[in-house]
Antibody, heavy 125, light 107 residues
Framework: QVTLKESGPGMLQPSQTLSLTCTFS??????????LSWLRQPSGKGLEWLAS??????YYNPSLRSRLTISKETSKNQVLLKFTSMEPADTATYYCAWISPYYYDGTYYYVMDAWGQGASVTVSS | DIQMTQSPASLSASLEEIVTITCQAS??????LAWYQQKPGKSPQLLIY???SLADGVPSRFSGSRSGTQYSLKISRLQVEDPGIYYC?????????FGAGTKLELK
């Protein structure tokens, strides 16, 4: 069973850089076709995909690409997200989610099938 | 970016009632569609992937279907544990995009 947990500073000031860590267990990023995504959800609003690391490639939401860096520390079972120039509009719960392959009807689907509990981040002066 | 238009935004239904939620993709995404359920204060839980395949452990009253670029989630007999917010997600191409969500309540 895959479990994930996000950790971060909780609160930071505008213009600072957010550093988040997702620590996972029950799986490994060394396994091919596995990966991990970061997403966020402002309070009372919908979900937004931020970035993914999958098969040694990084993928970013183009609208936020200049501010995001995703990286992994395989030996520690961790994936990191750095988010620069934080502003109050970035206040949200940040989730990490595991990507697993599912074979169905002749196709492999890569699905975010396990999520962490979320880390609340508030940006305020 | 692929837009996912989800409807309705909210609905109220009675126990044992049939509930249907739809997502319209702005372009062809094949079967790269997943459905999630989110309860208050919790992270989303996977219900359906590949548009129609039920995830492990999900009750069989949940089902997914596709007609062209329209995708539907059906709950055949609403149960007391089913209220929450439901989201569709297209995994066809980055940026991966969600529908705005459907808030399901018990009448």
């Amino acid at each position: 069973q895959v479990t994930l947990k996000e950790s971060g500073p909780g609160m930071l000031q505008p213009s600072q850089t957010l550093s988040l860590t997702c620590t996972f267990s029950g799986t490994s990023l060394s396994t091919s076709n596995m990966g991990l995504s970061w997403l966020r959800q402002p309070s009372g609003k919908g979900l937004e995909w931020l970035a993914s690391i999958w098969n040694n490639d990084n993928y970013y939401n183009p609208s936020l690409r200049s501010r995001l860096t995703i990286s992994k520390e395989t030996s520690k079972n961790q994936v990191l997200l750095k988010f620069t120039s934080m502003e109050p509009a970035d206040t949200a719960t940040y989730y990490c989610a595991w990507i697993s392959p599912y074979y169905y009807d002749g196709t492999y689907y890569y699905v975010m099938d396990a999520w962490g509990q979320g880390a609340s981040v508030t940006v305020s002066s | 970016d692929i837009q996912m238009t989800q409807s309705p935004a909210s609905l109220s239904a009675s126990l044992e009632e049939i509930v249907t939620i739809t997502c319209q993709a702005s372009q062809d995404i094949g079967n790269w569609l997943a459905w999630y359920q989110q309860k208050p204060g919790k992270s989303p839980q996977l219900l359906i992937y590949g548009a129609t395949s039920l995830a492990d452990g999900v009750p069989s009253r949940f089902s997914g279907s596709r007609s062209g670029t329209q995708y539907s989630l059906k709950i055949s007999r609403l149960q007391v544990e089913d209220p929450g917010i439901y989201y569709c997600l297209q995994g066809y191409s980055a940026p991966y995009t969600f529908g705005a969500g459907t808030k399901l309540e018990l009448k």
